[in-house]
């Protein structure tokens, strides 16, 4: 990928963020002052759940914590599976699998993934004989990948199991020696009492480079207002390009991409934020018609200028033009007035909605390493 390494090689100069001799960073010092407490917590833990996002399953991982980790029982739940491409996530799996590492896609909003993450913990900690009473598991991730939705299924599911949750009794280790407190969970099994803390670890990501940084900020763990839409939207663009991702999509949707329009039944403004809802009524037939009838003219665009451009999308230069052309055939695709002020602004905040809510299909942005 010679034209996105340069790409990101001359990001890298413009991008300022720079600091401590090479590392970015993008985090606020109090986010750093929790990784030394989750370090503390950590000790206390039986078992870690390590939340980490299936599109970015190394991109966010906490390096520096690894060591840590890797000491520990350990699973990696590999979340948001749905936006994961499933023909890369075996090879994933694989992968954790040759490296003796317990790994699991999940979706942290559906009970039964969840139980069947439960059921590996409770597994994987019954067959340690162990003599604790009461054992703990601790969660963990990189913001945005899921922890909170993860512990509230835990949630829901610990009460129909337990309906009344005993309070836990486990000292910790405090912030001065032989200082104990008191820490909340939520109960899942007996004989051992398993208990997942309430609270999850915010893991600080370590992005040891520019690639690392803007596929966290794809994926949503580092804020759009750090490193910018706009440059993030590049990134993704300059990805789809050179894995030829819009070719694909042409096999996919023949038919519709050849220019056949399925119109909807009323004109229908729908605005994409809709599709960011948490947990609002399902959009009405007209709304998942305009949708798709989005997503069909914003993946036509970029097949049409990707299968037209004469240039080379391994050559830095070339790939940099062929992605200031599909700024302006996105901007059409997606219906921004043309003097709209901030248009290139407005284009990338569509444009990554559609991808982080998988309207352009699923993905898997880190390439598997050979084990």
Known sequence: MGGLKGLLKKGLGEMGFMADG????????????????????LKVADFVIEVRDARIPLSSAHADLQ??????????????KDLANPNIMHKWIHYFDSCKQDCVPISAHSKSSVKKLLDLVEFKLKEVISREPTLLVMVVGVPNVGKSALINSIHQIALSRFPVQEK???????????????????????????????????????IPDIETGLKLALAGSVKDSVVGEERIA???????????????????????????????????EYNLKSLKRKSTSPPNKS??????????????????????????????????????????????ALKIPHKASEARLMVSKKFLTLFRTGKLGPFILDDVPHA
Do not use: C
């Not at 023949?254 to 004109?267: A, H, T, W």
């Open 22 to 41: 090479g590392v970015i960073n993008w985090f606020p010092g109090h986010m750093a002052a929790a990784t030394h407490a989750i370090r503390q917590r």
């Open 67 to 80: 060591p840590q980790l890797s000491g520990k029982r350990r699973v990696i739940a590999l979340n948001k």
């Open 168 to 206: 836990m009794k486990r000292a910790t280790v405090g912030p001065l020696p032989g200082v104990t407190q008191d820490i909340a969970g939520y109960k899942i099994a007996h004989h051992p009492s398993i208990y997942v803390l309430d609270t999850p670890g915010v893991l600080v990501p370590s």
């Open 234 to 268: 590049q990134y993704l663009l300059a990805v789809l390009n050179t894995r030829g991702t819009p070719i694909h999509w042409k096999h996919l949707n023949n038919r519709r991409m050849e220019g056949i329009r399925y119109e909807s039944e009323e004109k229908h």
């Open 287 to 332: 709304e998942v018609v305009y949708i798709e009838d989005l997503v069909m003219e914003v993946q036509r665009a970029l097949y049409v200028t990707l299968t037209e451009f004469k240039g080379n999308t391994e050559d830095e230069g070339d790939l940099e033009d062929l992605i200031e052309q599909q700024f302006g055939t996105l901007q059409k």
